[in-house]
């Protein structure tokens, strides 16, 4: 008996058998997998008998998440986890550079800080390295200080380094990125100084302008917006938090078989880190900080899907009191 293998073979008359029996249910096997572990399926050459083959399967496995055998009566479904990082801006120029509302024509909405942008870069690598599954799309507030962060951070995503080569080739169809107008500034005097705030109210941003901010060949027309213009001016701060995470909840419904990344702002990962964990008080919310969530998913025919909850995966640069600190 090879090791390893699922049958055992003995005799002439037991292979005949097994070999029926797996080219039976090979085809109906799936094998779905939790990203961090590898599940590796292999045939081995056992037994050349009467000049046919018998192939057997040797599955190798420090983790399985579903081993399904189908059948056609069976309803289709498999297993999957979805990844959401919501992550706050790089550093604003303002904060650095207090005189460049004086001559900006949009005070209201400061760039990045150079060492923004590369905040921006290092943490997308860092998530490319340890998230352990692929960003497939990204959704950003139209602010530019998150579609710059937006940018940085989607080219480390899509960028694999060559260790063979000084350069890095980076391969931005990988993931495609939309303007949510629903993961904005929350809008009102608490976020946004009454000093640089637009007297009327109108924020005047431009999706096509927005839009030539992020890198070429990345951008989804197509994708639908959970919010299509922004909130009223001085929005109140539970308004804004509950519209955070009706935005995250309806984006992952959208995109149920995908995994995203949100670029929003600091009240927009404190709300959600604090909704998830039920009961946290969130007092500072870093650079680039973000939070990481995941549910399972179902995927059913016909593009349904079934889905736990949201649940906390882990967190970086979020500070916060749990009840029991208050």
Not at 166 to 186: F, N, P, Q, R
Not at 249 to 260: C, H, M, R, V
Not at 275 to 301: K, P, Q, S
Request: charge should be neutral.
């Amino acid at each position: 008996m090879n090791a390893g293998c699922l049958f055992p073979v003995k005799t002439i008359q037991q292979t005949s058998l097994k070999k029926r029996l797996l080219r039976a249910i090979a085809p109906r096997l799936n094998v779905t997998t939790h990203t961090n572990h590898r599940i590796l399926l292999n045939f081995k050459d056992d037994d050349d008998i009467n000049g046919d083959i018998v192939r057997t399967a040797s599955l190798k496995s420090a983790s399985i998440s579903s081993l399904t055998a189908r059948s056609p009566k069976m309803e289709k479904k498999e297993q999957v986890y979805q990844y959401i990082v919501v992550m706050r801006h790089g550093d604003r120029l303002d904060n650095v550079d207090p005189l460049w509302i004086t001559q900006s024509q949009r005070p209201w909405d400061p760039p990045l800080h150079q060492d923004g942008k590369t905040r921006a870069f290092t943490t997308g690598q860092s998530l490319r390295q340890n998230l352990g599954a692929p960003i497939n799309r990204a959704f950003v507030s139209p602010f530019l200080r998150c579609l710059q962060t937006a940018s940085e951070a989607v080219r480390a995503l899509c960028t694999v380094a060559d260790p063979n080569n000084l350069s890095s080739d980076a391969d931005l169809s990988k993931i495609k990125v939309s303007i949510e107008i629903g993961l904005c500034e929350m809008l009102n005097r608490q976020a946004i100084r009454a000093n640089v705030a637009p007297k009327d109210g109108d924020f005047k941003f431009n999706i096509s302008e927005c839009e030539a901010q992020l890198p070429t060949g990345t951008i989804d027309h197509s994708a639908e917006r959970v919010y299509e213009k922004l909130p009223e001016w001085e929005e109140t701060a539970p308004a804004a938090r509950a519209r955070y995470m009706e935005v995250v909840k309806a984006l992952a419904d959208k995109y149920p078989s995908e995994n995203l990344l949100l670029v929003t702002h600091g009240e927009g990962v404190g709300s959600v880190f604090s909704a998830v964990m039920n009961g946290v008080t969130v007092y500072d919310v870093e650079y680039c900080g973000f939070t990481i969530l995941r549910r399972c998913i179902h995927l059913g025919e016909n593009q349904s899907f079934a889905a736990g909850e949201l649940t906390h995966q882990s967190e970086f640069g979020i500070k916060f009191l749990a009840a029991a600190d208050e």
